[in-house]
């Protein structure tokens, strides 16, 4: 996972508020680039309450924890990104570690966490990542946490995975990047999706079909900021304060009342990842 993205344009301004207020359930505050305390005020003014910001290794990781311990209105999620698993990072004494953050009271998730076999290429990267994939399930039932999941290309192995080893109470596809067949695969076995601003790109229609597909009890909704800028600002830095523009676009595809199907995201973003 590439930590410097480099985007056009300046910030995007907020868009307008939502009634009732969500949770961002995935994104990079430490890659942003700007003060998270200040990117937490401009998300809440826009009705985004609560975030998870995500780490993909262990210098991340421990950021993201001692960001939460740190600020009331931020969950912290700690991992070994996939594809740095790929490269050998999810070493014996790394996951250890891993492990003693999500003990961490603010630690809300385990991941982001999974397989990815876009950007990993070859067997044995493949075999090292899917190691540590079940190596964070393990953490997950250890520490009582939410597992957070990157799938990407890789969507058989990672429903294999889980079936395999049995997965937590609580699970998350993040950035959901299946088509409503997945959706309603993962709703079967009770996973939770999580819809990130790609879900509004003129292409993205597998992914409203997906969304629509789901019950209202399954569903989340993320930025991945500074990734996955929703429409009309595709290509710009994304942040938390962006969710409006997603949330408005998912109950549209829907046909669900917007304050309603807030609500709903709010209460499944506090089973997922619990209160403040």
Known sequence: MSRTPE???????????????????????????????A?????????????LSVGVD?????????LAAAHPDVWAAVAIHPNEAGLGAATDE???????????????????????????????????????FRAHIAIAKATGTALMIHDRDAHEDV??????????DRV??????????????????????????NSTFKNAGALREAAAALPAELLLVET???FLTPTPFRGRPNGPHLIPLTMRVLAETRGD??????????????RMFGTL
């Open 58 to 66: 262990l210098p991340s990781s421990r950021w993201q924890a001692d």
């Open 159 to 168: 429903l294999r995975v889980l079936a395999e080893e049995g997965a937590p």
């Open 94 to 132: 790394v996951l250890r570690e891993i492990e003693a953050l999500a003990a961490r009271p603010e630690v809300r998730a385990v991941g982001e966490t999974g397989l990815d076999h876009f950007r990993t290429e070859g067997e044995e990267g493949h075999a090292l990542q899917e190691v540590s």
């Open 224 to 226: 991945d900021a500074p």
């Open 7 to 37: 985007r056009e344009g300046g910030p995007v301004p907020p868009p307008e508020p939502l009634a009732v207020a969500v949770t961002d359930s995935h994104c990079h505050l430490d890659i942003m680039g700007g003060d998270p305390a």
């Open 172 to 197: 998350v596809f993040h950035a959901f990047s299946g088509d409503g067949a997945l959706a309603r695969r993962c709703a079967e076995a009770g996973y939770v999706c999580s819809f990130a601003g």
């Open 257 to 270: 009342d917007l304050d309603t199907l807030c609500a709903r995201v709010r209460a499944n973003a506090e």
């Open 39 to 51: 990117d937490v005020a401009l998300a809440q003014s826009v009705g985004v309450e609560k975030i």
